[in-house]
Every structure is written in structure tokens, then in C-alpha cells.
């Protein structure tokens, strides 16, 4: 059996070369050098720092935020119908049925990275890694506060159809959750190496694809779980492809810039 282990790591060491370099002394920079830097795109803003493995590869790591802002859709709740409920159910407390829906932004991952040279003096670079972080993405919430029908100790409630029951709070707010991995997958390409030979600053852009599951509407129930809301709860065309098209974005763009300063 130790014939066998040793002939693999020959072949494994073999196939590696043309990636390292015929002189592993040459090419040995396991985390010789260190940058860190910023970067800003469509994932927010975030900061890593950078090491390299030989002049094939580097690997980064570091944290994204997306800065926390908000959109209001305005809605006229009188045609609107989910699970059990009527017309008088989502009247609001100053007596119409329009509310706004706002959803505000969350996304905070820590990230690590791998970013491969198929050529040693390019900046050329594939790169696949990771996003781990928090599953909720936008959070959801009314801006009119609902009646006491449906809000409140003795509010009524609207039951699904899987038998969950949801109402507002005694504040007459609904809250609601857009969600999706914890865990999200991340490919892409780019130009630029965060260890300059040269200069103390560098530059370097990507973009890929951040795979993040099939998104889910979540809702508060009465118990205090979160329950999931699918399109067979409105009675509305409208509802039912908007969920069908969200439900289909399973990955998130990404692109960014990224300042880098090489630290030693």
C-alpha cells in the first residue's frame, strides 16, 4: 500500500509542475508577501488581504457589506388577496387599503478566495471561492400600519394554505424576510495580481457569478416561526409570475474594483 501512496503523490507532484514552476525553490512564495485593500462594486464595499501560494496562485480573504438602504413600492391592498383573507382584513388603521412595502438591504458575508495565473507574468485570473454570511437579504415591512383586524391580541390573522397563520404586530406591522444560502459558490475572472513586484499600489477587477440558492419569501407567523410564502397564496397572475421570475435568480452578479497595497 505504501508503494501505491508514494507513486500517487509522484503523479500528483508531476502533473503540479507545469502550474509551480520546474524549480520548487524558484517558485516557493507560500505567504512571503501580504497586501491589503478595498474593493467596491456591486456587492457593496468590503476589505481583504492577500497572500500568495507560488506565482500561480493567490489567496485573499476578508469581508463585503452591503451599506444598509431601503426602497418603498407603494400598493393599493383592496384587489389584493392572500391565503384566507378579505377586503376588510387589510384595510389599514387610518381607514385606506395603500400602504407602502418597504425592503431594505442586508448582506454581510465573510469571503475567502482563490484566484489562479494560468500564465506566470499575466494578470489574467480565474478565481473561485466562497461567500459565508447571514441567509436574509432584504428585510420587509409595511410603512401603514394595519387595522386591528388583523393586528393586535385579538387581531383576526390570515391563514395559509399549508395552515400557518400570520398577523401584524400590536403596531400593525408585518414583518417579512427575502432569503437565500448561507453558503454561496463564487466563480468569475479578472485582471490583476495583489502582490506587485514593482509598486506599492495595485489595481484589479472582477467579475462573476455568486451562487446563492433559489430565493424565498419568509414571513413571521403567529408562533413566531417564519413561514414560507409561495406564489399559490394570491389569488393574482400578477403575484404568481413575480414569484416565478424571483424564484429563478439563483445567482447574483458581481463586479468589482479592487486598491491594493502591497505591505511587504
Excluded at 500528483?12 to 505567504?31: E, H, K, V, Y
Excluded at 497572500?51 to 476578508?62: D, H, I, K, M, S
Excluded at 424565498?216 to 414569484?243: Q, R
Amino acid at each position: 500500500m505504501r508503494r501505491e501512496v508514494k507513486l500517487l503523490i509522484a503523479a500528483l507532484i508531476a502533473f503540479m509542475l507545469p502550474f509551480t514552476g520546474a524549480s520548487a525553490q524558484r517558485d516557493a512564495m507560500i505567504f512571503n508577501h501580504l497586501s491589503a485593500g478595498v474593493d467596491i462594486g456591486t456587492r457593496g464595499f468590503g476589505l481583504e488581504v492577500s497572500a500568495p501560494l507560488t506565482p500561480y496562485l493567490e489567496v485573499r480573504t476578508g469581508f463585503d457589506i452591503m451599506p444598509h438602504f431601503g426602497y418603498t413600492y407603494d400598493v393599493d391592498l383592496s384587489d389584493v388577496k392572500i391565503g384566507n383573507s378579505t377586503p376588510e382584513l387589510l384595510r389599514m388603521r387610518d381607514g385606506t387599503y395603500k400602504t407602502g412595502i418597504n425592503g431594505s438591504l442586508n448582506m454581510t458575508d465573510w469571503k475567502l478566495m482563490l484566484d489562479i495565473f494560468p500564465f506566470r507574468k499575466s494578470s489574467f485570473h480565474l478565481t473561485a471561492g466562497m461567500f459565508v454570511g447571514s441567509s436574509t437579504f432584504i428585510n420587509v415591512t409595511n410603512t401603514n400600519a394595519f387595522g386591528p383586524d388583523l393586528s393586535g391580541e385579538w387581531g383576526m390573522g390570515i391563514t395559509l394554505k399549508n395552515g400557518d397563520r400570520i398577523k401584524a404586530d400590536e403596531d400593525g406591522f408585518i414583518h417579512a424576510s427575502a432569503k437565500v444560502n448561507g453558503f454561496k459558490p463564487y466563480v468569475g475572472i479578472g485582471f490583476g495580481r495583489a502582490i506587485s513586484e514593482d509598486h506599492h499600489f495595485s489595481v484589479a477587477c472582477d467579475i462573476g457569478a455568486l451562487f446563492w440558492g433559489k430565493p424565498k419569501l419568509t414571513i413571521l407567523n403567529t408562533h413566531g416561526e417564519e413561514s414560507v410564502i409561495t406564489a399559490a397564496e394570491f389569488d393574482s397572475k400578477d403575484a404568481e409570475k413575480a414569484f416565478d421570475i424571483v424564484s429563478k435568480v439563483i445567482a447574483y452578479p458581481l463586479i468589482n474594483i479592487r486598491l491594493i497595497y502591497h505591505i511587504f
